[in-house]
């Protein structure tokens, strides 16, 4: 097999996605091309393929919930897709006619890929194409022998081992039925042959549907030829209910985390780090158990990743450590610096170098310098804070007014001490110091003391003067009551 799929002359190859159907058995009110595998919808999954594999136009079939599959896949591939609106789904067969009327199919080839089959490998298709093309047969199919071949279209061949037709299951009697080779609904067609042929399917089966694979009895009747190929059934697995999909999701997600620790990433328990596609980790970066990075995470080199940790679409910076059961989304995080345990970063988040954020710290929109602090319980939202401050455990800046947000500002080398509320908006100079317990409403200049205090009452002696009061109200209490009169 050849290392690059990318086939020497593709001029021609149109690629069309069969993405129209609801996906009865996913039991979902979302269209099962929009369901994901490791962060990415299924459709996206055919549509890369088909870029993999050199397809110079890419035609999805969309019908059910067709705007939202378009906005998915147009937000994933922004150009060099286009979309066939399939309205009524009345077969695969249709399906592939919807788009030769919208998109036309070419001189050429025409791949046809399944939006459900997501983990077929370019050098698969690659294989197909060619075969097609060297036998110049009209029909080129992937197939795989399973020993439990229920629900697909067994592939029917002559003594001599020539591929006659496919009969689906639902169609098939017993001893068609008995078959373990079967169709894996990926298929390489001769463009002229598909064109004319399509016009020829008719509904007349169990589903009265038009049967896409129909054509390969067809090609037969009309004296064409039809190959085959094989591949394992893991790659080329089509996901029809919620426990495939899960399968097929762990083992992509094994894939990713082999080929991650093959890269020089470490992984305490790779069976429960959950690396979503598209996530960069750079070498010598350590996970523990039961991580997930999510999104367009980007992990740089030597960073580690604590236990329990959840990163959503953030940046950790080189030799960071993120501490277990941290919460990032749409972070950055720098050199160094420290978070959690327990640390809830939120979008805008921004930690230059050497930050330490510590325990039950809520961040939001908050951009702190290099080799602050903000170690314990506190929320920092819409602050922007300078280099070297010192902020306080349950330090809490007021920005929200019920209505409008506002900001707080810290020049470098502030101090707040503990248990202060900022309230925004407020600024705070250059090493200005804040006594705890304070309510700062009003700015502070550089180099000032602030602090807000109620005078501190001391009573002495008073614990021990309520003891014996008590102790004096009980005993009355415990007394018998004097009988009335002798
Ligand atoms: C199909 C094949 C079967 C093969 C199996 C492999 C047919 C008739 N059968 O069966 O031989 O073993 O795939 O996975 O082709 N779709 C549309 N429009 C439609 C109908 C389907 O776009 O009108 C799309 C679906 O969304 C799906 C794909 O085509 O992505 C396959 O359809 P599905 O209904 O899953 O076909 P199978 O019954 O699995
Ligand atoms: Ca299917």
Request: glycine content about 0%; aromatic content about 0%; overall charge negative.
């Given at each position: 097999m050849d290392a690059t799929p990318s086939l020497e002359n593709s001029a021609l190859l149109t690629a069309i996605i069969l993405a129209a159907g609801q996906g009865t058995r996913m039991k979902s009110g979302r269209a099962k091309v929009l369901h994901e595998l490791c962060g990415r919808p299924l459709v996206a999954f055919a549509i890369a393929q088909a870029r993999a594999v050199g397809a110079t136009r890419i035609v999805v079939v969309v019908g059910h919930q067709a705007d939202e599959v378009r906005v998915r896949a147009g937000a994933l591939f922004p150009s060099g897709v286009e979309f066939a609106l399939q309205e009524e789904q009345l077969g695969t067969g249709h399906a592939v006619r919807i788009a030769r009327d919208a998109a036309g199919l070419g001189e050429g080839e025409v791949l046809v890929l399944s939006g459900d089959v997501p983990l077929v490998r370019p050098q698969t298709l690659a294989t197909l194409v060619r075969a097609r093309r060297e036998s110049g047969a009209a029909i080129a199919l992937v197939t795989s022998d399973l020993d439990e071949p229920t629900g697909y279209g067994r592939v029917l061949k002559d003594e001599s081992g020539r591929v006659l037709r496919v009969v689906e299951h639902r169609d098939a009697n017993a001893s068609e039925r008995a078959v373990h080779g079967v169709n894996m609904g990926l298929y390489a067609f001769d463009a002229k042959f598909l064109g004319s042929a399509l016009?020829?399917?008719?509904?007349?089966?169990a589903q009265g549907e038009l049967y896409l694979t129909d054509l390969i009895g067809l090609a037969n009747a009309n004296g064409r030829e039809v190959v085959a190929t094989k591949a394992p059934y893991a790659e080329t697995r089509g996901i029809n209910d919620r426990a495939e999909l899960a399968e097929a999701e762990a083992s992509l997600r094994r894939e990713i985390n082999l080929a991650l620790m093959k890269s020089g990433v470490t992984m305490r328990d790779p069976s429960s780090t959950y690396v979503e596609l598209g996530v960069e980790v750079a070498d010598d970066v350590e996970i523990e158990p039961q991580v997930s990075l999510r999104g367009k995470t980007r992990i740089a080199t030597g960073a580690r990743i604590g236990q329990g940790a959840v990163i959503v679409d953030s940046t950790i910076g080189e030799g960071a450590e993120v501490k277990p059961y941290s919460h990032l989304d749409g972070a950055v995080v720098g050199a160094r610096s420290l978070v959690g345990p327990f640390s809830r970063l939120r979008p805008g988040t921004e930690l230059a170098e050497e930050v330490h954020v510590g325990n039950f710290v809520e961040t939001k929109k908050a951009r702190i310098g290099a080799k602050?602090?903000?170690?314990?319980?506190t929320y920092l939202g819409d602050a922007v804070i300078g280099q070297g401050c010192n902020i306080g455990a349950g330090t809490i800046t007021c920005n929200y007014d019920g209505a409008k947000k506002y900001e707080t500002r810290m020049g470098d080398g502030v101090f707040i001490g503990s248990?202060?509320?900022?309230?925004?908006p407020v600024a705070l100079g250059d090493n200005a110091y804040v006594g705890a317990g304070s309510t700062i409403t009003k700015d502070v200049p550089a180099d000032a003391l602030a602090f807000t205090r109620p005078p501190l009452t001391v009573k002495e002696g008073w614990v021990a003067r309520r003891k014996a009061k008590l102790a004096e109200s009980a005993v009355g209490e415990s007394k018998p009551k004097k009988a009335g009169g002798t």
């Open positions: 016009d020829a399917l008719k509904p007349d089966n602050s602090k903000a170690n314990h319980l248990d202060t509320q900022l309230v925004a």
